[in-house]
Each structure stands twice: as C-alpha cells, then as structure tokens.
C-alpha cells in the first residue's frame, strides 16, 4: 500500500502506472514547446522528481530531491494549493534566490497541484521553459486535463490498495483473515528453513461459543471475538501472523525461541482473555489453545491440523 509520508519512488511501484505517466510528461513537453515537464511529489523529506520529461535539456531526472527549505515553484504551489503561472521570473524579486532560475536559467513556470483521493497534497505537474511565455487559458485547461489523468491514477491505486486490505481483513476483529493467514504464513515458513527461525502455531477455540451466543446475543457473541483477537494480539509479537480463519476459531504463527514457549504463550493469552472479559463485563467464557512446534517436514495445513487437534483435546480436558 503506497504510504503518502515516503517518495513513490522509494516504495513498490507494481500498481503506480510510471510509464503512462512518463508518455503524459514528454506528451506535455510536446505540446507545450518546453525543454522541461515534471510530475513532483512532496514529502516532509522534501519535493523529489516522480516523473521528467525525456529531453537532453532536462536538468533535473526523476529521483532528483530539493529539500522543503529551498525556494523553488513546486514549494510555492504545493502551500498555496493553487495553480502558480510565473512568465518572467527574472523580473520578480521573489524567484532570485530560486536556484532554477539563478543557477540552471528556467524563466517561466506553470503548474498545478495534484491531490491524493483524500485531499491531501501528493505535489505538482508542471512545465518550466528558459523563455518567457505567454501563455492563455486553453494552456492551462489543458493543464488541468493532464493534472486529471495523474490523479485518477492515484484514486485507482488507493481503491485497489483498498480492496486488497479488505480481502485480506477480518472487518470484525481487524486482524488477518483465513486468505490472508495461509499466504503470509506460507511465506514466513519458507523464511524460517532458509534463517532457521523455530516457530509454533498455535489454534485458538471460544469454548461453549454456541451457547453463549444463543443466550447473549450476536452482540455479545461479537465482542468476545474482539476480545479474544486482542488478548492474543497482547501476548504475541507484532510481526507474528495471527488471524481469525472461522466463526469463533484463531490461528497465529509466531517466532519462539524454545518449545517450551508455546504452552507459557497459551495460558498467558487465556489469562488475558478471562481478565479483559471482567473488565469489559462481558459474560465469563474460556478458551481453548492447541499448539504445535514446526518441524521442518510438515506441512503448513499439517501443522494446522496438529495444533487444531491438540486444542480439541484441551476442550475434552476440560470436561473430564
């Protein structure tokens, strides 16, 4: 997911579409009868060249950075939120120490502010000549259509982020769902063989969740869920894998040192769990944890299974 406090460039790029951006540039430079077309992105690290025009006058290649501190038009732009048109910036007084204009000779400059989907400012689209221009309203409508085709890229790419957090999100409990818990888990056990990282998972049952639903309610029923999510969400490291892969039913993948971690891990999240419910007062309810240490000869549903048949066994523990 594209973060709008880092450089586009310096993030994964696989859904920012670069090289239709690249033909809009150098379409611009075209049109405009300029040496120079830019796609600027702002960040608190400063204002850096997501896209420039390909012309050997073109001073400034993508990846460039100018620090928020220097006077250049983008920065102008980007705080006043508004379209900035200079013609002669040698008459003006304000541009003389813009080091465009005293040091690489740009005269004249036209751009826009370009807005993430959430307002937010993501930079400029602009042009720069060494001339004085003259430009009219047709220059800069055609301006605001080119400003248009970057930032309906950008609302593509925050709705396709969107729906891949959502595929992947449980949207009760907030931690991963069953989609997304097989893929990263799959991952980090491939990790693990290559480093040998030991690591256990463990399965996580609401004991008697049928009842306590039919006699509170699905609200009630709802909450206990949260309730299990975050009690085990505090016992386990933030870079572990845990998810919510049924109705009442929890599988996380975590890191460990020794075997004798899983089970000390296990009653300290079902001591967790049984105090938030007092404090949220919520109905007394106890939980079920399997565990199994990963062997390197198992598979991940393997594992699963193991750790699933180990929590059943609690269960009937409980009832003897």
Known sequence: MLSA????????????????????????????????SFIVQYTDQGYQVVIASQQKENPYPAGSTIPTSTNIFCKKVVESHQLLYVQNATELEEWQTNPEVSDDGFNSYLGM?????????????????????????????????????????????????KMQQIA??????????RRAFMLLAEQRFKLAKRVELLLGVLFIDADDFKQLNDKYGHDIGDKVL???????????RESDILARIGGDEFACVLQINHAEDLPLIAEKISDHYQQANQQLA????????GSVVA??????????????QAMYQVKAEKKR
Request: aromatic share 6%.
């Open 226 to 236: 949260v309730s299990i999510a975050t009690s085990i969400k505090a016992n386990i």
């Open 295 to 308: 062997e390197k000869n198992k598979s991940l549903d393997e594992l699963i299974c193991i750790a699933d």
């Open 168 to 177: 992947m999100v449980d949207p009760l409990t907030n931690i991963h769902n």
């Open 113 to 161: 502010p370009i807005n993430w989907p959430d307002g937010k400012p993501f930079g400029t689209i602009c042009i720069m000549d060494l001339q004085k221009t003259d430009y009219d309203n047709n220059h800069i409508e055609l301006l605001a259509e080119f400003r248009s085709v970057i930032e309906d890229d950008l609302e593509i790419i925050d709705n396709y982020d």
């Open 282 to 289: 919520l109905p007394a309810n106890t939980i079920s944890i």
């Open 5 to 36: 406090n880092k450089f586009i460039l310096e993030q994964t790029k696989e859904n920012v579409p670069l090289n239709k951006w690249q033909k809009t540039i150098n379409l611009m430079s075209k049109l405009y009868q300029v040496p120079t």
